[in-house]
């Protein structure tokens, strides 16, 4: 973690990617829990994903992030988390690789209407051993299922929480990135307690 000072006192700062498949709710996310007007880059979908990307399990989908969602949000007045949200299609996926230099840890947004477009998600962070955590963003018309089938479903590990979330609530944004951040921070000290 950086440190850094924020009218006058020291604020640590750190890093954490938001991720998952195409149009999980990533930007939606960064865009709610921001203190800061997000940057976003946007462009509209084009039919150069069609077959690749689930373009009909969102029809009113118009735009996707093509490069990176960024946001800043204060934790407890002291920590302050920087907010990189991922691009979801496919021809995007080589920045990833960037995005997450540096980061303690990972979101990973899921739509359980789509699961199978997580996977690339949780073999990234996992081949990276950056800690992550699943969040189920809770979309109206979705069915709900118990965390523990979506967690057998995407073969986790019992040590990876799994939570729901409203990506366009602001608390329960909130309280997702305090989740990670506290499950980031232990894996970093495994000797802790
Ligand atoms: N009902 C509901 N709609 C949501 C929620 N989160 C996102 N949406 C909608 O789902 C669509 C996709 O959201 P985005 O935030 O653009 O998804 P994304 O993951 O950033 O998409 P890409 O960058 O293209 O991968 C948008 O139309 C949002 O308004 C949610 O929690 N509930
Ligand atoms: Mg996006």
């Given amino acids: ?21 195409f149009g999980a709710g990533k930007t939606t996310f960064v865009g709610a829990v921001s203190e800061i007007m997000p940057l976003r880059t946007e462009a509209l979908v084009t039919n150069a994903s069609e077959g690749l990307d689930g373009l009909e399990a969102t029809p009113e989908k118009r735009t996707t992030t093509v490069a990176m969602d960024f946001g800043r949000i204060t934790l407890d007045e002291d920590l302050v988390l920087y907010l990189f949200g991922t691009p979801g299609q496919r021809r995007f996926w080589f920045m990833w690789d960037d995005l997450v230099r540096g980061a303690i840890g990972a979101i990973i947004l899921v739509d359980v209407r789509r699961l199978q477009d997580s996977f690339a998600a949780v073999d990234f962070f996992e081949a990276r051993n950056l800690p992550f955590l699943i969040a189920i963003n809770e979309f109206d018309d979705a ?18 929480p799994v939570i729901t979330v409203d990506a366009r609530d602001r608390h329960s944004a909130k309280a997702a990135l305090i ?10 000290t495994p000797l802790r307690g």
């Fill in 1 to 21: 973690m950086a440190s850094g000072h924020s009218e006058g006192r020291d604020a640590a700062s750190t890093k954490i990617v938001i991720s998952g498949g």
């Fill in 143 to 160: 069915p709900r299922h118990p965390t523990q089938a979506v967690r057998k479903a995407l073969a986790l590990p019992e040590h990876i």
């Fill in 179 to 188: 989740a990670v951040t506290e499950y980031a921070l232990d894996s970093l």
